[in-house]
């Protein structure tokens, strides 16, 4: 029998980011969450991370909780690469003692070099990126959140996290993952959710969420295009 690992209910909140919500994610479901910019899928995030309440309805989930929901979310700008390591982690739920265990792995996960002493107010996006995504994939969680991780970041990094999803999601984890690209969803994902205007307008079948949700200008034909040779790589 499939356990429920997330379940939103009727979620609403003050700014009208979101506005009666509902949906449930099975345990081991790979969720691509879709919509355009302000539709609403960063808070629903947040949310479910509890960093957000609603202000009504209700969010049920099961088991730990990692993810990059935000670029730089949880550091200190003043504290070096090296000691928002240990406090990222702690934020997220690893002991001092699994950190120190997982140091090393993720310090050359995020390949920051000689920036990991440098203190990460100085931090460009993309390396802010690749410290909390390194941070947060050795979390032993249960359910991974991973919002626009593939935004930023040059194309090895990009497909070491795919790589590094993708084995989340082969471990039997609940991953829901937050993308415009459309190769990265269909190889990561088994549903999409697209949320438009703060309300569910589709909850199904990957490629017809995807075609639901597509841009009908150049640009985002031209963007799908490389997303789709990034995830025929991976």
Request: with cysteine; aromatic share 6%.
């Amino acid at each position: 029998m499939a356990v429920a690992m997330v379940k939103g209910r009727n979620l609403s909140d003050t700014f009208s980011a979101l506005e009666d919500v509902s949906f449930t994610v099975q345990q081991g479901e790979s969720i691509g969450l879709m919509g355009l910019n302000g539709s609403g899928k960063s808070t629903l995030l947040k949310l479910i991370n509890g960093v957000m309440k609603p202000d009504t309805g209700t969010v049920l989930t099961r088991g730990r909780i990692a993810g990059l929901i935000a670029t730089g979310a949880g550091f200190h700008p003043q504290l070096t690469g090296r000691e928002n390591v240990f406090l990222n982690a702690a934020i997220l739920g690893m002991t001092e003692a699994e950190t120190n265990r997982k140091f090393d792995s993720i310090v050359e996960f995020a390949d920051i070099g000689r920036f990991l002493e440098t203190p990460v107010g100085n931090y460009s996006s993309g390396m802010f990126a690749r410290l909390g995504f390194a941070v947060a994939i050795h979390v032993d969680s249960d359910i991974f959140l991973a919002d626009e991780v593939l935004a930023v970041g040059d194309r090895p990094f990009k497909r070491k996290c795919m790589e590094k999803m993708q084995e989340i999601r082969e471990s039997g984890r609940t991953l829901v993952y937050v993308s415009h690209a459309a190769g990265s969803v269909r190889k990561m994902c088994d549903r999409v959710i697209v949320l438009e205007k703060g309300r569910v307008g589709f909850d199904g079948p990957v490629d017809e969420g995807i075609r639901y949700v597509k841009y009908d200008d150049d640009n985002q034909r031209a963007e799908d295009q490389e997303d789709d040779e990034l995830g025929s790589d991976v």
